[in-house]
């Protein structure tokens, strides 16, 4: 399931141009957020004004699949999210994401013989494994064309019973709203939670295929 480019980092005297180059010439998803995660950008993500997101979700999948689920992550970067719901709380975790630099952190963090994770492209993972709860947290914007995938490339790596859950941050720039009207009409809203705090929000939906 993975593949892997390489990376461009770079120190002394060529860093500024490197840095020109990531920002400006390397285009691909893999290397724009291979670049912003070495670079530290997304280290935020593990700050207190993120616990409430995180722990929405971790707050699902505890209570709804309560016996070792196995779960897929879609665009998990380092791999927080699995920390936080916590390996007693799974059978397997597999973690995705785009950018390798991410995943190989997630790895040296989390990865034990119950969490795994991989790096791939969302819109290409293909995969025979079937999974109690698929999760993207923050990730569905990268998704495309989204609900087409949701339901033809998602929606069969579902156990029967399985769930689909999804944050979205509300801001201007996410156009949640149209996203959600989209989504809901190939998906049953099981439940629904807005989590704000003093810097954002975000919708966090669960949510089952509508032919299940
Ligand atoms: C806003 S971050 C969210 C990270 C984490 N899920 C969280 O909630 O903190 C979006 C993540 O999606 C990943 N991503 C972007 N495009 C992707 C793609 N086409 N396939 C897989 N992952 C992707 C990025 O590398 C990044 O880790």
Redesign the pocket.
């Known amino acids: 399931m993975s593949e892997s480019v390489p990376t461009a980092k770079s120190q002394g005297p060529l860093a500024g141009i490197s840095s020109f180059f990531n920002r400006k010439i390397l285009r691909t998803?893999r290397s724009r957020?291979n670049y912003q995660y070495e670079k530290g950008l997304?280290d935020g993500?593990e700050n207190l004004d993120?616990l409430a997101r995180f722990s929405v979700l971790a707050g699902y999948v505890q209570f709804l699949k309560p016996n070792n689920p196995a779960i897929l992550e879609?665009?998990?970067?380092e791999g927080?999210?699995a920390q936080r719901i916590g390996r007693q709380h799974y059978g397997s975790y597999l973690g995705?994401?785009?950018?390798d630099t991410?995943i190989e952190r997630a790895r040296q963090r989390f990865g034990d013989e119950q969490t795994q994770f991989e790096a791939?492209?969302?819109?290409n993972l293909r995969t025979e494994q079937k999974f109690d709860v698929i999760i993207f947290?923050?990730?569905i914007y990268?998704l495309e064309p989204m609900v087409d995938k949701l339901v033809t490339q998602y929606a069969p790596m579902l156990k029967p019973d399985g769930l689909l859950i999804i944050?979205m941050n509300t801001g201007r720039h996410a156009n949640s709203e149209a996203r959600w009207k989209e989504i809901e009409a190939g998906f049953a809203t099981v439940d629904s939670t807005f989590v704000k705090t003093d810097k954002n929000g975000w919708d966090v939906k669960v949510l089952r295929p509508l032919t299940a």
Do not use: K, R
């Open positions: 998803d957020w997304w993500l993120e879609i665009g998990c970067g927080i999210m995705t994401d785009v950018a991410a791939v492209d969302m819109n947290n923050e990730a990268y944050s």
